[in-house]
């Protein structure tokens, strides 16, 4: 029996990126405008939050934005007031402190942006993951800033782990070399799997092509058609984080999946 009772999927922005940053080898020559997500969960245990977003603060701030973005000849990403994560948490009637579980994907850039935000929290993520966002290895798509603080209260977990009743975690490394995806079991919906950088688009899911940012390409591919396997066993619904299309068809907040 699922303890989740609502999915809602909070829109907080958009990246501006060559296609190719989402399919491997595949439309460079392609701007795209990628939406940036989080997924909210109401559970009979409390707010459990999915991602933390992009902060702002780096294109709102012109010096940040020079340091991270332009100077690197990247884009910035845009969020308007009404993507703002506090806005949209607001519309629902949810304030930070209300959240007392955070889970990360990974630890890129739109990924764990208002993790600050969150000290009271609890903050779960694959060991792999947070050693590797804290070593000297890891690319410019993470920003130490956004996890950097002693008073993020981290538990580390391995592999494929339950959080509450209805919600799981898939271990799906390739993207990074600590990925993880969820599986949400709703009364009503029934089964909602979400990849997050998994795989970006549908194309990635009904061609199996690889993100274009990987550290294991066969990781990443058999992550891939794992949560094709989920979604074909469940009946389930594949939600997506970055497609700019599917979005479009989607619930977005204050609606919510049930
Ligand atoms: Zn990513």
């Given at each position: 029996?699922?303890?989740?009772?609502?999915l809602?999927?909070?829109?907080?922005?958009?990246?501006i990126?060559?296609?190719?940053?989402?399919?491997?080898d595949?439309?460079?020559?392609?701007?795209?405008?990628?939406?940036?997500?989080?997924?909210?969960?109401?559970?009979?245990?409390?707010?459990?939050?999915?991602?933390?977003?992009f902060?702002?603060?780096?294109?709102?701030?012109?010096?940040?934005?020079?340091k991270?973005?332009?100077?690197?000849g990247?884009?910035?990403?845009?969020?308007?007031p009404?993507?703002?994560?506090?806005?949209?948490?607001?519309?629902?009637?949810?304030?930070?402190?209300?959240?007392?579980?955070?889970?990360?994907?990974?630890?890129?850039?739109?990924?764990?942006?208002?993790?600050?935000?969150?000290?009271?929290?609890?903050?779960?993520?694959?060991?792999?993951?947070?050693?590797?966002?804290?070593?000297?290895?890891?690319?410019?798509?993470?920003f130490?800033?956004?996890?950097?603080?002693?008073?993020?209260?981290?538990?580390?977990?391995?592999?494929?782990?339950?959080l509450?009743?209805?919600?799981?975690?898939?271990?799906t490394?390739?993207?990074?070399?600590?990925?993880?995806?969820?599986?949400?079991?709703?009364?009503?919906?029934?089964?909602?799997?979400?990849?997050?950088?998994?795989?970006?688009?549908?194309?990635?899911?009904?061609?199996?092509?690889?993100?274009?940012?990987?550290?294991?390409?066969?990781?990443?591919?058999?992550?891939?058609?794992?949560?094709?396997k989920?979604?074909?066993?469940?009946?389930?619904?594949?939600?997506?984080?970055?497609?700019?299309?599917?979005?479009?068809?989607?619930?977005?907040?204050?609606?919510?999946?049930?």
């Open positions: 029996m699922t303890s989740v009772r609502r809602y999927v909070l829109l907080v922005g958009y990246e990126l060559p296609k190719s940053v989402s399919t491997k595949r439309g460079a020559r392609f701007t795209m405008c990628e939406p940036i997500c989080c997924y909210l969960l109401n559970t009979a245990s409390g707010w459990i939050l999915l991602d933390a977003g902060d702002s603060i780096y294109v709102r701030d012109k010096d940040l934005a020079e991270y973005f332009h100077s690197a990247i884009y910035p990403p845009i969020v308007t009404e993507d703002e994560l506090a806005f949209q948490m607001q519309q629902i009637g949810v304030t930070y402190r209300d959240v007392t579980r955070v889970v990360l994907s990974h630890l890129h850039l739109d990924h764990a942006g208002h993790l600050k935000r969150f000290h009271h929290a609890q903050v779960f993520i694959q060991r792999k993951e947070h050693e590797h966002g804290f070593s000297a290895a890891r690319p410019t798509s993470y130490l800033e956004d996890y950097n603080s002693p008073d993020i209260d981290w538990h580390l977990c391995e592999g494929d782990w339950e509450v009743p209805g919600l799981r975690f898939l271990s490394r390739g993207h990074t070399p600590g990925h993880q995806s969820a599986i949400v079991e709703l009364p009503k919906s029934g089964t909602c799997v979400l990849p997050f950088d998994a795989g970006d688009l549908q194309e990635n899911f009904d061609e199996e092509i690889l993100p274009g940012e990987c550290v294991d390409d066969e990781a990443a591919l058999v992550s891939i058609r794992r949560l094709n989920v979604v074909a066993e469940t009946r389930g619904r594949l939600i997506l984080f970055h497609d700019p299309v599917a979005i479009q068809r989607l619930r977005l907040a204050p609606a919510f999946y049930d």
